[in-house]
T-cell receptor
Framework: QKEVEQNSGPLSVPEGAIASLNCTYSDRGSQSFFWYRQYSGKSPELIMFIYSNGDKEDGRFTAQLNKASQYVSLLIRDSQPSDSATYLCAVNGAAGNKLTFGGGTRVLVKP | DGGITQSPKYLFRKEGQNVTLSCEQNLNHDAMYWYRQDPGQGLRLIYYSQIVNDFQKGDIAEGYSVSREKKESFPLTVTSAQKNPTAFYLC????????????FGPGTRLTVT
């Protein structure tokens, strides 16, 4: 079992709809959770981080964390074609000294 | 402007040659990291450094070496011992090891033939 798992996609979403991305992790002691957006050929860009159970909203993005079920999700509201990218989930484990990345979910927003 | 720079953007080498990738940051961050990304894959940690003159192996350190002589700089050498060196190499930094948000440079795409 991979430490951090994501559906590779592609997740196809109509413009204006909500894109829902999920990430599960294996280290129950994980403390910090991050979502990065990566456009093709570019480096990852940090868009959200969450440390506590519940929801955290930033603009059109909402991160949701459920430590008991060991999953973290990202919602993108009012999806735009510019949101088409690969979204990487990263988790800081119990040891606290490094991030482990999932393989990423590719999102395609169709006009 | 504060940020992380990596050079060059594209690098081509012949098999058997060592090559050094540059990473510089002016964010005053203590911690720096090197990752490798293969097509369609997530990021894998090669080496990281929490403080000057100290660094630790990540998950795939074999065939790579690093140094951290200055806070601003964390160069990565890809040696001839690395069996599959062709990849996208990403450098990142964070304020300290205790601050987990990592920010990435633009990356170096290395091709070895």
């Amino acid at each position: 079992q991979k430490e951090v798992e994501q559906n590779s996609g592609p997740l196809s979403v109509p413009e204006g709809a909500i894109a829902s991305l999920n990430c599960t992790y294996s280290d129950r002691g994980s403390q910090s959770f991050f979502w990065y957006r990566q456009y093709s050929g570019k480096s990852p860009e940090l868009i959200m981080f969450i440390y506590s159970n519940g929801d955290k909203e930033d603009g059109r993005f909402t991160a949701q964390l459920n430590k008991a079920s060991q999953y973290v999700s990202l919602l993108i509201r009012d999806s735009q074609p510019s949101d088409s990218a690969t979204y990487l989930c990263a988790v800081n484990g119990a040891a606290g000294n490094k991030l482990t990345f999932g393989g990423g979910t590719r999102v395609l927003v169709k006009p | 402007d504060g940020g992380i720079t990596q050079s060059p953007k594209y690098l081509f080498r012949k098999e058997g040659q060592n090559v050094t990738l540059s990473c510089e940051q002016n964010l005053n961050h203590d911690a720096m990291y090197w990752y490798r990304q293969d097509p369609g894959q997530g990021l894998r940690l090669i080496y990281y450094s929490q403080i000057v003159n100290d660094f630790q192996k990540g998950d795939i350190a074999e065939g790579y070496s690093v140094s951290r002589e200055k806070k601003e700089s964390f160069p990565l050498t890809v040696t001839s011992a690395q069996k599959n060196p062709t990849a996208f190499y990403l450098c990142a930094s964070s304020m300290s090891q205790a601050y987990y948000e990592q920010y990435f440079g633009p990356g170096t795409r290395l091709t070895v033939t």
